[in-house]
C-alpha cells in the first residue's frame, strides 16, 4: 500500500514566522502535490512537481514556494506566515500523470 | 478552463438505502479521467472510484457505481445499501493528460447517514 505522511497534523504559528511542511512518500512516485483545502472550497492546488527539482505552480501558488531535493519528500513552504493561510493543507502523490492521487493526512495549520 | 461542480453541499440517507451524489464537468478533451474521492471525519482522503473517459462501460468498486454520461459531461456516484461508515465529504475530481497530473477537484458533498 502506498504511503503518504505529512510531518505534522496540527500546528500553530505566529504571524510572520516561516514555516516548513513535510511530506514523504514512500512509493517511488513521480508525481507530488500540495493542495489546499477550505469549508465550501474545496481542494485548491498550490504546486506540483513531476520530478525531482521540478515545479509547477498551481492555482493558489502566491505566498509559497517549495522544495524537492529528494523524489520522496516535497516541502511546503510558507515564507511570512498570514493569518490568511489559516488552512488545512493535504500533500499527495502519483505514479503517473492524471493517476490516481494518494493523500497523507493532512495538516491543520492555525497563523496567529 | 476545465470545471468540476457539486451541486449539492449536503445530503443525507437512510442506513440500508440507496443515495446518489452528483457531480458535472466542463472540458474541451476527448482523453481525461474522473475520480470520486472520499474524506471521514478527520481522516485521510482515499479514493472511492475512477473512470477513464474512453470505457462506456461504468465502473463499479463494490456497493460504489458510477453513471457516466460523456455527452452530458455528468459522472454522478451511487452508494447502494449504504453503511454508516460511508459518511464523509465526497469529492468529484478531473484530470487530463495535458495536465501533468494536476486534478481539479469539485467543493464537495457532505454525506450524512442516518440510522
Known amino acids: 500500500d502506498v504511503k503518504v505522511t505529512q510531518s505534522s497534523r496540527y500546528l500553530v504559528k505566529r504571524t510572520g514566522e516561516k514555516v516548513f511542511l513535510e511530506c514523504v512518500q514512500d512509493m517511488d512516485h513521480e508525481n507530488m502535490f500540495w493542495y489546499r483545502q477550505d469549508p465550501g472550497l474545496g481542494l485548491r492546488l498550490i504546486y506540483f512537481?513531476?520530478?525531482?527539482?521540478?515545479?509547477e505552480k498551481g492555482d493558489i501558488p502566491e505566498g509559497y514556494s517549495v522544495s524537492r531535493e529528494k523524489k520522496e519528500r516535497f516541502s511546503l513552504i510558507l515564507e511570512s506566515a498570514s493569518t490568511n493561510q489559516t488552512s488545512m493543507y493535504l500533500c499527495a502523490s502519483s505514479l503517473l500523470a492524471v493517476d490516481t492521487q494518494y493523500f497523507g493526512p493532512g495538516t491543520r495549520l492555525t497563523v496567529l | 478552463a476545465q470545471t468540476v461542480t457539486q451541486s449539492q453541499p449536503e445530503m443525507s440517507v437512510q442506513e440500508a438505502e440507496t443515495v446518489t451524489l452528483s457531480c458535472t464537468y466542463d472540458t474541451s478533451e476527448s482523453d481525461y479521467y474522473l475520480f470520486w474521492y472520499k474524506q471521514p471525519p478527520s481522516r485521510q482522503m482515499i479514493l472511492v472510484i475512477r473512470?477513464?473517459?474512453?470505457?462506456?462501460q461504468n465502473a463499479t468498486e463494490n456497493r460504489f457505481s458510477v453513471n457516466f454520461q460523456k455527452a452530458a459531461k455528468s459522472f454522478s456516484l451511487k452508494i447502494s445499501d449504504s453503511q454508516l461508515g460511508d459518511a464523509a465529504m465526497y469529492f468529484c475530481a478531473y484530470g487530463y493528460g495535458g495536465s501533468q497530473g494536476n486534478l481539479i477537484f469539485g467543493k464537495g458533498t457532505k454525506l450524512s447517514v442516518k440510522p
Open positions: 473512470q477513464e473517459a474512453y470505457k462506456q
Open positions: 512537481s513531476y520530478d525531482v527539482k521540478m515545479k
